[in-house]
């Protein structure tokens, strides 16, 4: 079970009628089937999957620094906002970490819930696409389940000599190819000073889409959003996954490698949109927010304004 602590939701409270904001609205929920349907937020307090990357630690914060940001954010969803607490990783357990996750995942989606979890570091996105397999493979053998990844880097190093923050998305590609499922996976922001030629020969050779930094300017926005589109359309179900090092260092220094050049938020927002709007989203997660080095909270708040966007339904 995951831990519970209600104490980051605070902030103003507007005499206006019709003037909720977050922290007015959310509770918590302890056992996924005890409210009706809703927003459940999770978090994912982990540092291991960095440091095993050799990044700077800081994320394991990050769940509840996000928390605060969002508090005091205008509400304008109409349905139920849940906090379901956090999933700790201990040490260096990374593996029995993701696989509680998985199973908070799995267990808030078989509620009704749309989970949305904050990391820690990007190795959440392995724990999250497990909860999300595991929900999904006990209604349909061969789901076409996409992963669109808003991030700096592919992640996709090889895990057979280590697992960390670097490598969810090659471990997901191994389960593709052991449950049988195709691997639809969309990388959009990838810095080619990032990623070495063998990281681009594995994108190319897994049949990633891809779409660097320097792509995504506001002349190319169209092309890239009819790319997004057919993607989607030769998925059945969706997992967006946001790592905040995508964002230029000016919006996001808050995080283990900050970009030199980055996506801003103002190209960003329209595609995340094409996204949340398809009807195909079922599950959300942020990574490697890490508030030791968050100035003036720059980072948690442009990751609290994407959260914003992503919910804005219901």
């Known amino acids: 079970m995951a831990d519970i602590d209600m104490t980051a939701w605070q902030g103003r409270i507007d005499p206006e009628p019709d ?5 007015q609205h959310i509770l918590p929920l302890s056992h996924a089937l005890e409210r009706a349907p809703g927003l459940a937020l999770l978090g994912f307090a982990s540092d291991a999957g960095v440091l095993r990357n050799q990044g700077r630690p800081g994320a394991a914060l990050g769940p509840q620094a996000l928390r605060r940001a969002l508090a005091n954010l205008a509400l304008h969803r109409a349905g139920p906002v849940y906090d379901a607490g956090d999933i700790h990783c201990h040490g260096d357990e990374l593996e029995s ?3 509680a996750l998985g199973e908070r995942v799995s267990a ?3 509620g009704g819930h749309f989970p949305l979890v904050l990391g820690g570091g990007h190795e959440v996105a392995f724990g999250s696409w497990l909860g999300l397999a595991r929900h999904l493979g006990q209604r349909d053998a061969t789901t076409r389940l996409g992963i669109i990844n808003f991030d700096a880097h592919f992640d996709l190093r090889d895990p057979a000599t280590v697992r960390s923050s670097g490598t969810p998305f090659a471990q997901i590609a191994q389960q593709c190819e052991a449950r049988g499922w ?26 990633v889409m891809v779409r660097e930094d320097h792509e995504m300017t506001e002349a190319g926005l169209n092309t890239i959003a009819r790319d997004l589109e057919r993607f989607i359309q030769a998925c059945d179900h969706l997992y967006l996954t946001i790592d905040l090092d995508v964002l230029p260092a000016c919006e996001a220094p808050g995080v283990s490698a900050p970009a030199a050049r980055g996506v801003p938020l103002s190209l960003l927002e329209p595609l995340i949109e094409i996204v949340r709007d398809s009807g195909k989203l079922r599950l959300t997660d942020f990574a490697e927010l890490n508030p030791d080095y968050d100035i003036d909270g720059r980072t948690a708040k442009a990751a609290a304004r994407l959260i914003h966007l992503v919910t804005l339904t219901g």
């Not at 003037?19 to 922290?23: A, D, E, G, I």
């Open 19 to 23: 003037s909720l904001r977050w922290h």
């Open 97 to 99: 970490a993701q696989e």
């Open 182 to 207: 195709p691997f639809h996976y969309a990388c959009l922001g990838v810095s080619r000073a990032s990623n070495t030629r063998a990281l681009f020969q594995r994108a190319q050779a897994l049949g």
């Open 108 to 110: 808030l989606l078989d």
